[in-house]
């Protein structure tokens, strides 16, 4: 990289070793809309004290002759907010500071490096890390790997001690940019156990599910012995894969219902989200030799729009695809295909999601317990399918009137959800601050 400091203001550095505040060139990142970053030249005179951590990594200096110095001669004191240049020559130095993310990220996890304790990683997926081309590129952190440390536990005590009751334990997917306001991050949240007909109410009917059990070369990371399903539909006669439609959906967001007013301790701080329910065609997600791939068509840059053709209406012919096929804003959802496909260790992302039915898959992935699962994606070209995790690992497409399927509902708490308590192991999970403390 090199720098012509008539284009990027860069000044000269006394010849000492204490750079003089108002001898550098600073260079702030600001967020979009979009969730993108870009970086912008800052004059003042000051370091930036709070809100904001060094990046050594693009920072640097060059020499007179405009060429990168490959020495590490740039340092930066970031308590005593100070820069150190450690050279006997004129040099010009660039300084690259990026946000920090909401206070309600662990402070002892670093992203794409193993957890201090479990078997996990948490990976920042701004699509220029470790995993470059093939993370998310949303600047999400998300969880990966075998069993890391997510959990996180929603049982009403604000004391942060005690066993936490298994129906309230929850386990962290990650912290997302809020839709809009991309510098502030929120915890989406699944729930660790498989929700029972007596948790969710609603006169829904239930059918116990059967477990993997053909390999032994994972160990389910919640009890699934007496797990239960339902329809995606909610009802054998709902036919149409519209989630809106659901049954299964207006009970898991009946605000009067026993599921939301077992949570009755949060209701202040879960938000009110927009889901993206229109899925994408079984090709376009299961079939992608990649998960950034996957991704983009269910989420990101290629998802379907209200100027897409692949939805299908329940009269079986292909129609436009309409916001009533596409959002919804509630409270509660299920997890994306494509948030289980990141849940396993990242060597995995190039496998596509038809075949996550693997050893390695099955070991390394915490989102996976061994039975099957709706995901709440739908096939957008049919009319009566729902995309599903497999009871050995793979992603599917059934009936969503047919086949009673686990459901772990998936909740977004507000930024201002912060963490009290807690290490995040099972034994001792995350619990959160009440707005009343």
Known sequence: MSFAKKDNKLYDVKLNNIVDKNMFAMYLEQKQEDGTSTYVADERNTWPEEGYTFNKTMSGCIDGDGNKIEEEILTYD???????????ITAYCYLYFDL???????????????????????????GKGTYGANE????????????????????GNNNGDGVCDTTKLYRVIGWFPKEGEPTKYEMKIIK??????????????????SQYTTATDYTPRADVTNAVGFYWSGNSSITWNNWISSTLNKTLNNESGNYLTSLSSYTSLIENTK???????????????????????????NKLTSSSSQCTDNSQSYVQCTDALLYQTSKVGLMYVTEYGYASAPSNWSTQLFYYNTKENRSENWLYNGVNEWTLSRQADATYYALTVGSSGYVSCVSVNYYSYGVRPVLVLKSEATIKSGDGSKESPWRINLQSS
């Open 78 to 88: 970031e308590e005593n907010h100070i820069a150190t240049v450690d050279t006997g």
């Open 100 to 126: 920090k993310v909401s206070k309600v990220l662990p402070e002892y996890v670093d992203d794409t490096t193993k957890l201090s304790t479990g078997d996990g990683y948490l990976v920042y997926h701004d």
């Open 136 to 155: 998310a590129g949303d600047n999400s952190y998300r969880f990966a790997g075998n069993n890391p440390n997510n959990y996180v536990c929603l049982d």
């Open 275 to 301: 889901w993206y329910i229109g899925g994408n065609t079984y090709n376009n997600i299961t079939r992608q030799s990649s998960m950034k791939a996957a991704y983009d068509n269910e989420l990101g840059a």
């Open 192 to 209: 660790s156990e498989y929700i029972t007909e007596a948790e969710l109410g609603g006169g829904l009917t239930s059918k116990i599910l």
